[in-house]
């Protein structure tokens, strides 16, 4: 069995494409393009990637001692991770009641009783799921449900404000930059449909066949100034905050029983990883199993190496291939002169597998801003009011870190599985 490695190519565009309408051919023509690209072209290596000796080896037996998925119907078996996993199992957390899924009743669930809905929603995802109103193959995993559109011929309309919306200018921006637009989807134009404006992307899940997929948030603070800029007090965000942790208020903040939003957005940071690696783990879909979406309270690095752990499944290949692709990613975000002027804040990471491809990509920059020209930024710095850094490239630093330490611990229980 072989793996490859898969970016869906950015379509030829005119200047003129990414300043007015696209229309039903252009679009068809690009799709079309940019899908047979995809199922050809690797995103960083140009070379077939092969299982390790252990996903290739073929036996069940060494498969379910290494915790891989072995159920005959390629579904994860739910108790095939118990031995390393014991603090936080990845579950089926169904709440609309809609699918019903097996209960183990030595599994211990992640805790959501504390889960709170952040500031900038995660970018939305397509994952595999039959829905009557929506094309096969689409859901929504996170984020505002009315802000997607999706279509039948692999594209994603995205609902915008108007032409001069900030993800319209980022995407127009990164599209003159080859590097740069390797790592984002690909920019198909905008479309205006009954007055709405919608900006058209390469679903990236095209070709992915009941595929992992993880959405994580990357940046120390996923707000904008602007949006803490009111200093008012105010009660309900006062109630808000206790009714999570009773004794995260002052002194004075119980006296007064009101808080400032920039205190409560700040709170709800730290109540993530966010806070303190830069990124956090916003959701994530396993093979043949419903999202797991109320990850935002994993935030240490036992959690997070495990939940990684689960989600990888100790394939090491495609381990190996993330973090190179991470680091590849990485180097782009430095150099690129998008991002040298660009606050970045809400982006997130994407990545996808299945059995023969894997990809990762940088998605959703509704909150980037053009930085003023007396202005810089680093993406690593601790924030403070006015110097507008984000933390984006710190969290790349820990995301990679965190891949690398799952990547070794996997090394290690391969040492243990010697013949």
Same mark, same amino acid.
Request: proline share 5%.
């Given at each position: 069995?072989?793996?490859?490695?898969?970016?869906?190519?950015?379509?030829?565009?005119?200047?003129?494409?990414?300043?007015?309408?696209?229309?039903?051919?252009?679009?068809?023509?690009?799709?079309?393009?940019?899908?047979?690209?995809?199922?050809?072209?690797?995103?960083?290596?140009?070379?077939?990637?092969?299982?390790?000796?252990?996903?290739?080896?073929?036996?069940?037996?060494?498969?379910?001692?290494?915790?891989?998925?072995?159920?005959?119907?390629?579904?994860?078996?739910?108790?095939?991770?118990?031995?390393?996993?014991?603090?936080?199992?990845?579950?089926?957390?169904?709440?609309?009641?809609?699918?019903?899924?097996?209960?183990?009743?030595?599994?211990?669930? =992640?805790?959501? %009783?504390?889960?709170?809905?952040?500031?900038? +929603? *995660?970018?939305?995802? &397509?994952?595999?799921? @039959?829905? $009557?109103?929506?094309?096969?193959?689409?859901?929504?995993?996170?984020?505002?449900?009315?802000?997607?559109?999706?279509?039948?011929?692999?594209?994603?309309?995205?609902?915008?404000?108007?032409?001069?919306?900030?993800?319209?200018?980022?995407?127009?921006? =990164?599209?003159? %930059?080859?590097?740069?637009?390797?790592?984002? +989807? *690909?920019?198909?134009? &905008?479309?205006?449909? @009954?007055? $709405?404006?919608?900006?058209?992307?390469?679903?990236?899940?095209?070709?992915?066949?009941?595929?992992?997929?993880?959405?994580?948030?990357?940046?120390?603070?996923?707000?904008?100034?602007?949006?803490?800029?009111?200093?008012?007090?105010?009660?309900?965000?006062?109630?808000?905050?206790?009714?999570?942790?009773?004794?995260? +208020?002052?002194?004075?903040?119980?006296?007064?029983?009101?808080?400032?939003?920039?205190?409560?957005?700040?709170?709800?940071?730290?109540?993530?990883?966010?806070?303190?690696?830069?990124?956090?783990?916003?959701?994530?879909?396993?093979?043949?199993?419903?999202?797991?979406?109320?990850?935002?309270?994993?935030?240490?690095?036992?959690?997070?190496?495990?939940?990684?752990?689960?989600?990888?499944?100790?394939?090491?290949?495609?381990?190996?291939?993330?973090?190179?692709?991470?680091?590849?990613?990485?180097?782009?975000?430095?150099?690129?002169?998008?991002?040298?002027?660009?606050?970045?804040?809400?982006?997130?990471?994407?990545?996808?597998?299945?059995?023969?491809?894997?990809?990762?990509?940088?998605?959703?920059?509704?909150?980037?801003?053009?930085?003023?020209?007396?202005?810089?930024?680093?993406?690593?710095?601790?924030?403070?009011?006015?110097?507008?850094?984000?933390?984006?490239?710190?969290?790349?630093?820990?995301?990679?870190?965190?891949?690398?330490?799952?990547?070794?611990?996997?090394?290690?229980?391969?040492?243990?599985?010697?013949?």
């Amino acid at each position: 069995m072989t793996m490859t490695s898969t970016v869906l190519q950015r379509p030829v565009t005119t200047a003129t494409t990414t300043a007015t309408i696209v229309d039903k051919q252009q679009t068809a023509k690009a799709t079309k393009a940019a899908t047979t690209r995809s199922r050809n072209t690797m995103a960083w290596s140009h070379e077939k990637l092969r299982f390790s000796c252990i996903d290739n080896i073929g036996l069940k037996q060494l498969w379910k001692l290494i915790a891989l998925d072995t159920a005959p119907n390629g579904t994860a078996s739910p108790t095939s991770n118990n031995h390393s996993h014991n603090n936080i199992n990845i579950n089926n957390n169904n709440k609309s009641g809609n699918v019903e899924q097996p209960k183990d009743s030595n599994s211990n669930n =992640i805790n959501n %009783e504390n889960a709170l809905e952040l500031s900038a +929603p *995660a970018t939305p995802l &397509l994952l595999q799921q @039959q829905t $009557q109103s929506k094309p096969p193959g689409w859901m929504q995993l996170s984020g505002h449900p009315e802000s997607i559109v999706p279509t039948s011929t692999g594209i994603v309309r995205k609902r915008i404000v108007g032409v001069e919306d900030s993800e319209v200018l980022a995407y127009q921006w =990164i599209s003159q %930059e080859p590097k740069t637009s390797q790592i984002v +989807p *690909a920019y198909l134009g &905008l479309r205006e449909m @009954q007055s $709405q404006h919608y900006i058209e992307l390469q679903d990236l899940l095209a070709g992915f066949k009941d595929p992992c997929v993880m959405d994580i948030k990357l940046g120390s603070r996923t707000f904008l100034e602007s949006e803490v800029s009111n200093k008012t007090m105010r009660p309900d965000l006062y109630q808000k905050m206790i009714a999570v942790d009773a004794s995260a +208020p002052t002194q004075a903040e119980h006296e007064a029983q009101a808080i400032t939003k920039l205190r409560y957005m700040l709170f709800r940071e730290s109540l993530s990883s966010s806070h303190s690696k830069g990124f956090r783990i916003e959701a994530l879909r396993l093979r043949g199993r419903a999202p797991v979406k109320d990850l935002k309270t994993c935030r240490t690095g036992e959690q997070i190496s495990q939940t990684i752990e689960q989600f990888l499944v100790a394939r090491r290949s495609v381990q190996k291939e993330l973090i190179k692709r991470l680091k590849h990613m990485r180097l782009v975000i430095e150099q690129s002169a998008f991002f040298n002027r660009h606050e970045i804040v809400g982006s997130s990471i994407f990545i996808v597998y299945d059995d023969h491809r894997v990809g990762a990509w940088l998605i959703d920059f509704a909150k980037s801003r053009q930085l003023p020209a007396q202005l810089s930024v680093n993406h690593r710095s601790p924030w403070t009011p006015g110097n507008r850094e984000e933390g984006l490239l710190r969290g790349m630093d820990e995301l990679i870190r965190s891949f690398e330490e799952v990547y070794a611990r996997s090394s290690s229980h391969r040492g243990c599985l010697k013949i």
